[in-house]
């Protein structure tokens, strides 16, 4: 079994000159097999949380890793992968209530592909910054800008266009 902990942060979150970054850290046996962050340009804090996420699943996928305990200090992600997602995509991907548009829609939609191809994989929150040392590790990556790696944070319009959701993007 794998354990793998997700975290996002972002300084000037949603501000044009916004900087953020993504931590991840694996674990098997009470041993960090692997752990690795990027850093982002002109983003927001959710979408740090999502690419994380992203990052996590995508090692999982690439490596056929199937029995996968993903942990994460945002209760929006856990919401958004074990509960809202379903019903956004029965309701077009748009919210029922208003109809609201889904912000983040590119990386929602990544999220919902990659979910797919990990089944058995559970989503799970833990509270930040109260100690869990593999937690505090991904947030310490997620908090450590790479200025010289950073990569600009843009949206996925291919992803939108495969299902046909541009003009729902929030």
Known sequence: ??????????SKNGEKDAIGATGVVAIQNNKIIFKHSQTYLGTTNNRMEYRAMIMAMNLCIKNNLTEVNFFTDSNLLVQTLTTWMHGWKNNGWKKKSNPKKIKNLDLVLTLWELKKQLPTATFSWVKAHAGNTYNEIADE???SFDMEHAQEDTINVQILKKHGVEQNLG
Do not use: V
């Not at 079994?1 to 972002?10: A, F, H, K, L």
């Open 1 to 10: 079994m794998i354990e793998i902990y997700t975290d996002g942060g972002c």
């Open 141 to 143: 990556l997620a908090t």
